[in-house]
């Protein structure tokens, strides 16, 4: 890119973050309609380069109850799990010098219920 000044600069070459650990984070994710908890077993994540990213979860039963966290997970081609919840947040977190993309996770998940 060429600034009016007459200066070039080069965005998003190299990975150096000076040791800042990057990472992204969703908001809360109502699972399938809200009524029902349900059990998650493990993600099938679609993710780039695989082991550079790790994956933490915040959960929760109701919109008001405390939030209670999962992980961090070492992603593989498929990472066991083990947490129940209505609604969840994913954060994913790549270490500092490497580059990371991800793509739509899936869960093997089953429905356990309105408790």
């Given amino acids: 890119m060429v600034c009016d000044d007459g200066n070039l600069y080069e965005h998003e070459v190299g990975q150096n973050r000076s040791g800042r650990q990057p990472y992204a984070m969703s908001g809360p994710v109502e699972l399938g309609s809200g009524e029902n908890t349900y059990s998650i077993y493990s993600i099938i994540p679609d993710e780039a380069n695989l082991g550079d990213?790790?994956?933490?979860?915040?959960?929760?039963?109701?919109?008001?109850?405390?939030?209670?966290?999962?992980?961090?997970?070492?992603?593989?081609?498929?990472?066991?799990?083990?947490?129940?919840?209505?609604?969840?947040?994913?954060?994913?977190?790549?270490?500092?010098?490497?580059?990371?993309?991800?793509?739509?996770?899936?869960?093997?998940?089953?429905?356990?219920?309105?408790?």
């Avoid at 997970?73 to 010098?97: I, M, Q, S, W």
């Fill in 53 to 115: 990213v790790q994956v933490s979860f915040t959960t929760g039963d109701w919109t008001m109850s405390p939030d209670d966290a999962e992980g961090p997970f070492d992603l593989t081609d498929k990472t066991d799990v083990r947490f129940n919840a209505r609604r969840v947040a994913v954060k994913y977190e790549a270490d500092p010098d490497k580059d990371f993309r991800v793509g739509i996770f899936r869960f093997e998940a089953k429905v356990e219920g309105r408790r």
